[in-house]
Antibody, heavy 124, light 110 residues
Framework: EVQLLESGGGLVQPGGSLRLSCAAS????????MNWVRQAPGKGLEWVSS??????????YYADSVKGRFIISRDNSKNTLFLQMNSLRVEDTASYYC???????????????WGQGTLVTVSS | QSALTQPASVSGSPEQSITISCTGT?????????VSWYQQHPGKAPKLMIY???KRPSGVSYRFSGSKSGNTASLTISGLQAEDEADYYC??????????FGGGTKVTVL
């Protein structure tokens, strides 16, 4: 059974940093691209970042809204995805979901499994 | 990276059919057959309902179908049931390794 478990959310001041983790199990983690998607309270979904699997050279991609501030990474030996969030802004407040792509050939086209989300609150 | 345009809400009676539209541009929805749809119940993670415009993942009811014409994709729910009441989001590849969601549509079963 595929499971994705995010952690690391919390309250942080504007300008601060936070590192999210997503522990994966139930599939060959290294073979699949992984993504972060966020959802501000009461708002819609927003794609944040994608990282390809080992077969795709572990390339990284970012939404313009986070480019230069967030860094996605992965540790395939520990089946874990990360999101390092720097220079956080109030508008980054959201639940952050990690999501697995459906196909090993895809980077971020469709997600068949999602975590339960971890809440990040940026406030002074 | 503008969000795709969806109606804020759609409603229907049980057993009716409803269609949710998702309008983008030739740079996203119209340019690629890479539109997917997600269902999200309150407090839950999204669930994949349709991918690559019209493909249904294993386990998703046949009552859900997808299509695309030009820059607009559509999700149709036939035989509407109470458990279909949820938020629905479209999602598309937008080129240059960027992806974009729609603003979401709240489906209400009357």
């Amino acid at each position: 059974e595929v499971q994705l478990l995010e952690s690391g959310g919390g309250l942080v001041q504007p300008g601060g940093s936070l590192r999210l983790s997503c522990a994966a199990s139930g599939f060959t983690f290294s073979n699949y691209a992984m993504n972060w998607v966020r959802q501000a309270p009461g708002k819609g979904l927003e794609w944040v970042s994608s990282m390809s699997g080992s077969g795709g050279g572990e390339r990284t991609y970012y939404a313009d809204s986070v480019k230069g501030r967030f860094i996605i990474s992965r540790d395939n030996s520990k089946n874990t995805l990360f999101l390092q969030m720097n220079s956080l802004r109030v508008e980054d407040t959201a639940s952050y979901y990690c999501a697995k792509v459906l196909s090993g050939k895809s980077y971020g086209n469709e997600f068949d499994y999602w975590g339960q989300g971890t809440l990040v609150t940026v406030s002074s | 990276q503008s969000a795709l345009t969806q109606p804020a809400s759609v409603s229907g009676s049980p057993e009716q059919s409803i269609t949710i539209s998702c309008t983008g541009t030739s740079s996203d929805v119209g340019g690629y057959n890479l539109v997917s749809w997600y269902q999200q119940h309150p407090g839950k993670a999204p669930k994949l309902m349709i991918y690559e415009v019209s493909k249904r993942p294993s386990g998703v009811s046949y009552r859900f179908s997808g299509s695309k014409s030009g820059n607009t994709a559509s999700l149709t729910i036939s035989g509407l049931q109470a458990e279909d009441e949820a938020d629905y989001y479209c999602y598309s590849y937008a080129g240059s390794n960027i992806w974009v969601f729609g603003g979401g549509t709240k489906v209400t079963v009357l």
